[in-house]
């Protein structure tokens, strides 16, 4: 564990670095061991913060900790960071690919469930009912549209609110991947338009599942790629599964979205340390 909390707390240290991040020489505890505490308290402890403060006061390796609030008013400002951080490790993660093949797809964060909708405070608008097709049921909350390597690590995502077409998420995507990649996908991401733009302006082959009454059908040696390929992505919500709790606490919409990125940046963390070990 030692190893890994100070990986972390380098990385973070060297990325500050290199947005050119300033922060007041009389704070005690540094922006990067802010961004470590998050992040440690997302890989080990649920997400929850008083716990990661308290084992790595306690531990010494955050000898300064700050307190509860002041804590949650410095990840705050610190919050507009993250996404960088996390694309940051994604362009590594291109590099070290060079099949250049990726896959989409959309899992659900789930704010509460449906019958207690009328008591969810977080959020309270109907844009925020999604329906998970392959478990024939309806959620409240969130859903992470993300894009994976083949060996499941992250390199792009978005988060829009439950009923958010999957679909029209495609236009929400960089696709900032080498020319020449491949990206597979479900069949509900049938969208020739998208597919041949990708084409024609990044030589990149998009594919999706057919539907069994495409104007464009597979051979059935694409098919059994899309198959193949497209687990990679459920392997990686299930990471995050793993990772977060089965109800993520919050007091506002913005610290919930906020956990909610902070996984996903803990997931890229996650595969970068088990790949280095």
Known sequence: ???????????????????????????????????????????????????????????????????????????????????????????????????????????????????????????????YRGYIASKKRYFYGLKVHMMVTQQGQPVEFFISPGSFSDVDGLDQFDFDLPPGSTVYADKIYNYYLVEDCLQADGDIDFSPFRKANSKRPDPAWKRFLQHHYRKIVETSASLVEQLRPKHIHATNSAGFELKVILFLVALSFDRLLKGAT
């Open 1 to 127: 564990m030692e190893l890994e909390i100070i990986t972390i707390y380098v990385i973070c240290c060297e990325f500050l670095q290199a947005m050119n991040h300033h922060e007041d020489e009389q704070c005690r505890m540094s922006d990067a061991e802010v961004m470590t505490t998050a992040i440690v308290a997302m890989l080990s402890f649920g997400g929850n913060y008083a716990e990661a403060r308290k084992w790595l006061n306690c531990r010494q390796y955050i000898p300064m900790m700050l307190g509860k609030s002041r804590f949650s008013r410095r990840l705050n400002r610190l919050r507009h960071l993250f996404g960088p951080c996390f694309n940051l490790i994604g362009q590594y993660w291109k590099a070290v690919n060079p099949e250049a093949i990726y896959a989409i797809d959309t899992f659900p964060i789930p704010v509460c469930d449906n019958i207690r909708i009328f008591r969810a405070k977080l959020y309270q608008d109907e844009a």
